[in-house]
């Protein structure tokens, strides 16, 4: 499964690569993440870590034309990552972790918009 590989990848990037965004998930506003001159939407094999306002993170690498695999470390949950998966064209996730369904909804409800 795709996730058993990249489980490794999402986490030492989680653990070693974060760099700063303005955006906060938990009052996410897709303009301030939305890609600029400087920043531009991923492409195959291609990611990012960033760090919201309220010192969550989360990591995203893009795994096909329309699917990410993402790594969240929410700041109201500690030691309790998730891992998911989302498929743009259709707006199904799914995920593995310990992390209520609301709080997920909250990092993935925006994250094609704005990534994708």
Not at 18 to 45: E, I, W
Not at 56 to 73: D, P
Not at 74 to 92: K, L, W
Not at 104 to 113: A, M, T, V
Request: aromatic share 8%; proline share 7%; net charge positive.
């Amino acid at each position: 499964m795709i996730f058993s590989k990249l489980l490794p990848v999402i986490s030492v990037a989680l653990a070693t690569a974060v760099t700063p965004v303005s955006a906060s998930l938990h009052d996410f506003n897709p303009t301030n993440a939305a890609p600029t001159h400087t920043r531009r939407k991923a492409q195959v094999g291609q990611g990012e870590c960033i760090v919201t306002r309220d010192r969550s993170k989360l990591c995203y690498i893009k795994t096909s034309a329309s699917s990410f695999a993402i790594s969240i470390l929410d700041v109201d949950y500690p030691g309790q990552p998730e891992v998911a998966h989302i498929n743009c064209r259709t707006g199904r996730w799914s995920a593995f972790g310990d992390l209520p369904k609301a709080t997920i909804n909250q990092y993935l409800s925006q994250f094609c918009p704005t990534f994708g």
